[in-house]
């Protein structure tokens, strides 16, 4: 079993959400600001953001660049969240530098997230990283990355409703908010913003002195590997960050940016694994965007007009019922499970919500249940069926190995 770091990480829901920079500045100070001269692209916005970095990283290193990736959640292991060059930290050396800095953290009252990012920092410049690749954990303008004193690039995915609790209630409140990353003079890229987040990012790009790249998806003669229409756009704007670096001195090929998108992976993103030799397809999505974007996608799956079976795990504070709305057709079938270790929607919550979905809604008690119930009705669906909404829900699948990734 991997470490769970319990005696040195306290649990989130304990620690609770406090979005400041204040205690990340302190620490990093004390530690003596590590990597405060490497330069990073910041991967900011609302859904994309895990995928968009690692289509970074990995054009980056097939260019020969040496590479610090910072990414969150992860889904079985904290060390996912820590990278040189695609490998993760070694759960040791993690260890280690979490006792090196307790006393530091303990101080500063970090966070969890703010825990790993002080290690990170340390642990890319013990390495010699050349660059940054760092995933915006929550918003932006008081994100624990954006401490990094050195941002000239910003990579921005797609803005949509999440985390209304913390970041505002309309677009234009979560956009500025997550704009707020931009720093003077930066390079920004986006692809296709809503038209209300596109306003923001202009005015904010005004405000910096920063320009702003627009762009559009990649075609097909690019190969890309993830799957999904999505990953067009979240490429592309890979693409313009890396040739934001040129002028920093890091020019990238094209062909070992091509290399790298091709060769590029991400767990739980419209991925195709095996549950007892079944296929069963995965997806993070967890707030309406993400499913506005799976909906489309279903368009694709041959058969999917007669009905898709749905496992679906939607945190207490999301919007189930939009998500809902978006992706459940009449002819569906829709299992309803807890996410572990969080507040979730049962089946009741959502039918009172919403009566028409009574007849082709079921509760059940895990995700792994849901399936062996869907086995024991007859032949496996085809569209076989797809998991999705959380990411937690995801990493408990992979952490007790109920499946096997293509």
């Not at 890091?250 to 991925?271: D, H, M, N, S």
């Not at 041959?302 to 809902?324: D, N, S, Y």
Request: with cysteine; hydrophobic share 45%.
């Amino acid at each position: 079993m991997p470490d769970d770091f319990s005696d040195l990480i306290p649990r989130f829901d304990l620690r609770g959400m406090d979005l400041q920079l204040d205690r990340m500045r302190h620490a990093l100070d004390e530690l003596g600001f590590p990597c405060a001269d490497v330069p990073a692209i910041q991967v900011a916005g609302t859904n994309g953001k895990g995928s968009i970095a690692a289509f970074l990283s990995s054009a980056l290193q097939r260019a020969g660049i040496k590479t610090g990736l910072t990414t969150s959640p992860h889904l079985v292991n904290w060390c996912e969240r820590i990278r040189v060059d695609g490998g993760m930290i070694a759960e040791a050396e993690l260890r280690s530098r979490l006792v090196a800095q307790r006393k530091i953290c303990e101080r500063n009252k970090l966070t969890p997230f703010e825990q790993l990012l002080a290690v990170a920092f340390e642990y890319f410049a013990s390495n010699q990283v050349d660059v940054l690749v760092l995933e915006v954990g929550l918003g932006g303008r008081l994100d624990a990355t954006t401490a990094h004193p050195k941002r000239p690039v910003i990579a921005m995915a797609s803005i949509g409703m999440d985390h209304c609790e913390h970041l505002g209630h309309t677009l234009q409140a979560i956009a500025t908010e997550k704009a707020a990353v931009i720093s003077p003079g930066a390079t920004v890229v986006s692809a296709y913003q809503d038209p209300a987040v596109a306003e923001v990012l202009e005015a904010a790009c005004r405000q910096q002195q920063a320009r702003l790249a627009w762009v559009e998806p990649l075609g097909c003669e690019w190969n890309l590997g993830l799957k999904g229409v999505m990953q067009r756009s979240n490429a592309a704007v890979a693409l313009g960050a890396l040739h934001a670096l040129d002028g920093l001195g890091w020019p990238v090929p094209e062909a070992a940016i091509r290399t790298g998108f091709a060769e590029t992976r991400w767990c739980g993103r419209l991925q195709t694994v095996h549950w007892k030799s079944l296929p069963l397809r995965i997806d993070g999505a967890h707030n309406p965007a993400a499913a506005v974007q799976l909906a489309l996608e279903r368009q694709s799956w041959p058969g999917e007009q007669l009905g898709v079976c749905w496992i679906l795990g939607i945190q207490a504070h999301k919007q189930a019922i939009t998500m809902l709305q978006s992706l459940i057709k009449p002819a569906d079938q829709i299992w309803i499970v807890p996410v572990p270790g969080h507040s979730s929607w049962d089946r009741a919550m959502l039918v009172e919500q919403e009566e028409s979905w009574g007849e082709q809604m079921h509760q059940s008690s895990s995700s792994e249940a849901a399936l062996e119930t869907i086995r024991a009705q007859g032949p496996w669906p085809d569209p076989f069926p797809i998991l999705a909404g959380s990411l937690y829900l995801i990493g408990d699948l992979f952490s007790r190995c109920l499946v096997t990734a293509e």
